[in-house]
């Protein structure tokens, strides 16, 4: 088995770890006991590069449990676990190609040795292997071993429809991101808590009473701009989309031009997977002392060799934040060299809202296992009745039940005679 990780060492500890993230994953752990059963990923190689936290563990347990031999790969190279990749390895047998902190060269060493596995499914988190295997440095034989992927987040479903748009995406990929029991919840609840909870951990922030800039009201921008507020910030929202922008105003929030924004801003987050989203003439004007985060997917968010240009000088201020002293004097600090701030500083997403996305990535890889053959190279949604299952397996483990249409009521809801 191959395996790039900082050390074996500290496999006790992942263990415990990846084990108390189970607790919370009912849903995906009730795929793995089926899985073992019925075996329906046997054979199958899966490659997967996605964050290497405990959750993403469950994952790689749920795979094999189904007879995959998977390997994992970082799509970060600030958000691996190190204590997790080692229990990955030494417990359960899965090769780990990941290590916290490594330079962009190592991080795409680690993306190719996954791809060395010649997988038939790949697994991404911002589309990383799927470029990989489309660009003319990897050897061309391994996209054609591939069926189909699968891909996690926002950022990597825009990047993966404009590849099928313009006819060059050479495998289907099935956009778990766009399942309503992953973003509804993962993007929404998951970003809003784990953003604020790696602003917290790194900078011991009271929230309460800053003035909070937060630009995109996405899915994850509605998250941690109720979370802010609940905690007693003083929320400003920022938009392009006129809509996201009257839907901000009508939640209650004040609205207006970044360069207005963050004239007042104690505290500004982007999540708008988006480009130089705070550029020059935001610096410019910023108070001394802001704080500044990304939860996007890359870290161009925010333009950072522009902050360095326009600093005299750069430090560190404290572990996870750096501080950057503009010429007059001022000084700005960033969090996670601007890499996505509830991974780089704290653990990424808690693993009940992960519960839902893993488990809608275990069952689409099922899916394409048992559909192999009837797929063309395009984006496709979740199937509906996976969504479906995802969110009642779900309320059964909170102990939630609902009420069932009755007879009338279905014959109601599908007829349009029955107008009284
Ligand atoms: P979304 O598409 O629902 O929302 C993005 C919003 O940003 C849109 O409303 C868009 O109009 C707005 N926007 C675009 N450019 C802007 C600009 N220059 N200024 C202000 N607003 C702008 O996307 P979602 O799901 O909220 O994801 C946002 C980013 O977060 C993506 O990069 C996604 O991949 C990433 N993400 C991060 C997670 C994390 O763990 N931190 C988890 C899930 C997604």
Redesign the pocket.
């Known amino acids: 088995m191959n395996y790039d990780i900082k050390t074996t060492e500290l496999a006790p500890t992942g263990k415990q770890r990846i084990d108390w993230a189970n607790r919370f994953m009912p849903v995906l752990d009730s795929i793995r006991a089926r899985f073992e059963n019925e075996r329906p990923l046997e054979g199958l190689r899966i490659a997967a590069c996605l964050h290497v936290t405990t959750e993403t563990a469950n994952l790689m347990k749920t795979l094999k449990a189904g007879g995959a031999e998977a390997v994992v790969c970082a799509s970060n190279p600030l958000s691996t676990q190190d204590d997790v990749a080692a229990s990955l390895v030494v417990d359960e047998k899965i090769g780990v190609f990941a290590i916290d902190g490594v330079d962009t060269d190592t991080y795409y060493k680690h993306i190719d040795a996954a791809l060395d596995m010649q997988p038939a499914i790949t697994m991404d988190d911002?589309a990383d292997l799927v470029s990989r295997l489309h660009s003319e440095e990897t050897n061309p034989s391994l996209i054609e071993q591939v069926v189909a992927g699968t891909e996690e987040?926002?950022?990597?479903v825009i990047r993966l429809r404009s590849m099928a748009a313009e006819g060059v995406l050479r495998y289907p990929i099935i956009a778990v991101?766009d399942a309503d029991t992953k973003?509804f919840f993962?993007?929404r609840y998951?970003?809003g808590q784990?953003?604020l909870d790696g602003i917290i951990r790194a900078t011991n922030l009271l929230i309460a009473g800053t003035t909070v800039v937060v630009?995109?009201?996405?899915?994850?921008?509605r998250g941690v701009a109720s979370r802010a507020r609940g905690l007693g910030a003083n929320v400003i929202v920022?938009?392009?989309?006129p809509l996201?922008a009257l839907e901000a105003v009508m939640d209650g929030f004040r609205v207006m031009p970044?360069l207005e924004a963050v004239q007042e801003a104690d505290l500004i987050v982007t999540?708008?997977?988006?480009i130089h989203?705070l550029r020059k003439e935001h610096f410019e004007v910023m108070k001394d002392g802001t704080i500044i985060a990304n939860?996007?997917?890359?870290d161009v968010e925010i333009d950072i060799p522009m902050l360095g240009k326009l600093s005299v000088d750069k430090g560190s201020a404290r572990p996870y934040v750096d501080v950057y002293t503009l010429a007059d004097g001022r000084k700005l600090y960033l969090i996670g060299e601007g890499r996505?701030?509830?991974?780089a500083a704290a653990e990424?997403?808690p693993a009940s809202v992960m519960d839902m996305s893993f488990a809608n990535q275990a069952l689409s890889v099922e899916y394409i296992a048992k559909n192999r053959d009837s797929f063309e190279n395009r984006v496709y949604d979740v199937p509906k009745s996976i969504d479906e299952a995802v969110a009642q397996l779900k309320l059964q483990a909170f102990g939630i039940e609902i009420d069932t249409l009755t007879a009338e009521q279905e014959e109601y809801l599908n007829s349009w005679e029955m107008g009284t």
């Open positions: 911002g987040t926002t950022t990597g991101n973003h993962d993007n998951g970003t784990s953003t630009a995109g009201y996405g899915w994850c921008g920022t938009e392009v989309n996201r970044m999540l708008t997977g988006d989203v939860s996007g997917h890359f996505l701030v509830n991974l990424g997403h």
